[in-house]
């Protein structure tokens, strides 16, 4: 079959078995794509458990594989149906293959999972490798401390699929920051690979209604998807039982994944404050933000975006298990003067914080320091797509399967 002149499509694969990040940045990539090519799809396939919750953009759509969860001792089991993990996943591989023959793209971006959950998006990959259809490696700023991610990948057998099958790894950050393969031993043509596009740039999405709990300025206390967020929320909360004279209210969004329970408790500790509000979940974060004057955060991938895309001046908290992924972040986002990080070891002490958010409104914002393409990663990945779809990512001749 002839190469399609008049539109082109991406699939976008992410396997989002817990959390908003994977989904919501690969979501920011999508409508980007769309907003600046009148003839461009893209689908996005995911296993996140929200994604109804979300709006999406014309061209932009999605296929919801099956959720999983991952346990403490390390495995997977589903997540609602009442079938076997391994049945669960040979569901989810299949789906994606036969997603990808169908939709038949002209290019494929793979989110942070080189070969997806469990291997199950290598069938994939060789399907398209085999048509000669390009494909794209996403890769966050920060993945985890190399000593981690080492062994990880060698377990999965990362390395040959980033030699064979890849065409480009894409990291959605700056070398100032992170290199997020640092310490693996990469053969030189898959490290030739390797673009840094800059920071991910996020856009209000303004609608009707937007929460405006105090007609005045407020900060924003966000812990992400709110699974492991308790203790953000904890500490902020304290903090406003025990101080007084904080010069800003507080708006607390727990996040959809939090524990019901500790949702409860946090909602009925907050109706006892005037100067806290809690809901528990907001698909147009990007709103709340844009109107916070403050953020105090984790420091996950897209909460990180959101800050230097709207100036904001952050206290971050980053969380160092299961993974070092946020304190690589805030510690050199903190050291570059971009956000102020607290630790957690600090936490039984309401002192620190309160500090923080005192001090606060003289904190420097994010655009004080200059980093030359910090967030110009929407439009080099944009510029990247172009190129793929185009032809000079790779030299063969597409193969189109037949109609």
């Known amino acids: 079959?002839?190469?399609?002149?008049?539109?082109?499509?991406?699939?976008?694969?992410?396997?989002?078995?817990?959390?908003?990040?994977?989904?919501?940045?690969?979501?920011?990539?999508?409508?980007?794509?769309?907003?600046?090519?009148?003839?461009?799809?893209?689908?996005?396939?995911?296993?996140?458990?929200?994604?109804?919750?979300?709006?999406?953009?014309?061209?932009?759509?999605?296929?919801?594989?099956?959720?999983?969860?991952?346990?403490?001792?390390?495995?997977?089991?589903?997540?609602?149906l009442h079938i076997e993990t391994e049945e669960t996943l040979a569901l989810r591989e299949a789906i994606i293959r036969q997603a990808?023959?169908?939709?038949?793209?002209?290019?494929?971006?793979?989110?942070?999972?080189?070969?997806?959950?469990?291997?199950?998006?290598?069938?994939?990959?060789?399907l398209l490798k085999g048509r000669g259809t390009p494909l794209a490696l996403g890769l966050r700023d920060v993945m985890d401390e190399p000593g981690?991610?080492?062994?990880?990948?060698?377990?999965?057998?990362?390395?040959?699929?980033?030699?064979?099958?890849?065409?480009?790894?894409?990291?959605?950050?700056?070398?100032?920051?992170?290199?997020?393969?640092?310490g693996i031993q990469l053969p030189d043509p898959v490290r030739a690979k390797m673009v840094y596009t800059?920071?991910?740039?996020?856009?209000?999405s303004w609608r009707a209604g937007a929460l405006d709990p105090f007609g005045r300025p407020f900060i924003l206390v966000t812990p992400g998807g709110?699974?492991?967020?308790?203790?953000?929320?904890?500490?902020?909360?304290?903090?406003?039982?025990?101080?007084?004279?904080?010069?800003?209210?507080?708006?607390?969004?727990l996040g959809p994944f939090m524990q019901l329970e500790r949702q409860t408790?946090?909602?009925d500790r907050a109706a006892r404050l005037p100067d806290v509000e809690v809901v528990t979940f907001d698909a147009h974060l990007e709103n709340l933000m844009e109107q916070a004057v403050g953020v105090v955060a984790m420091g996950g991938y897209n909460t990180f975006c959101e800050i230097l895309s709207f100036d904001k001046r952050a206290i971050l908290v980053p969380r160092s298990t299961p993974r070092l992924e946020q304190l690589i972040r805030v510690s050199r986002a903190d050291t570059l003067g971009l956000v102020r990080m607290l630790s957690f070891d600090l936490e039984s002490d309401t002192r620190p914080m309160a500090e923080a958010l005192q001090a606060l409104p003289?904190?420097?914002?994010?655009?004080?320091?200059?980093?030359?393409?910090?967030?110009?990663?929407?439009?080099?990945?944009?510029?990247?797509?172009?190129?793929a779809v185009d032809g000079p990512l790779v030299t063969p001749v597409r193969?189109?399967?037949s109609a």
Not at 4 to 12: A, E, G, K, P, T
Not at 26 to 38: D, S
Not at 230 to 240: F, G, Q
């Open 1 to 80: 079959m002839a190469k399609r002149s008049d539109h082109s499509r991406v699939l976008i694969y992410s396997h989002d078995s817990f959390g908003l990040g994977h989904l919501r940045r690969c979501r920011t990539i999508a409508h980007h794509l769309v907003a600046q090519r009148e003839h461009m799809s893209v689908l996005i396939l995911s296993g996140s458990p929200v994604i109804g919750s979300f709006d999406f953009k014309p061209r932009v759509d999605f296929v919801r594989m099956p959720g999983v969860i991952k346990l403490s001792n390390g495995e997977y089991t589903s997540r609602s």
């Open 265 to 267: 408790e946090f909602a």
């Open 362 to 387: 003289q904190q420097s914002r994010p655009s004080d320091i200059v980093v030359p393409g910090l967030l110009d990663g929407l439009e080099n990945v944009a510029r990247l797509v172009d190129e």
């Open 198 to 204: 800059g920071y991910l740039r996020r856009e209000v």
């Open 100 to 126: 990808a023959d169908t939709f038949d793209p002209d290019l494929m971006l793979v989110d942070k999972e080189p070969l997806g959950l469990r291997g199950e998006v290598r069938p994939t990959l060789e």
């Open 399 to 401: 193969h189109r399967r």
């Open 226 to 253: 709110g699974g492991d967020g308790d203790c953000l929320v904890d500490w902020v909360l304290r903090t406003y039982e025990a101080e007084t004279g904080l010069p800003h209210p507080a708006l607390i969004v």
């Open 148 to 182: 981690l991610l080492a062994p990880e990948w060698e377990r999965k057998n990362v390395l040959p699929a980033l030699s064979d099958l890849y065409d480009a790894i894409w990291v959605y950050g700056l070398p100032e920051i992170c290199d997020p393969l640092d």
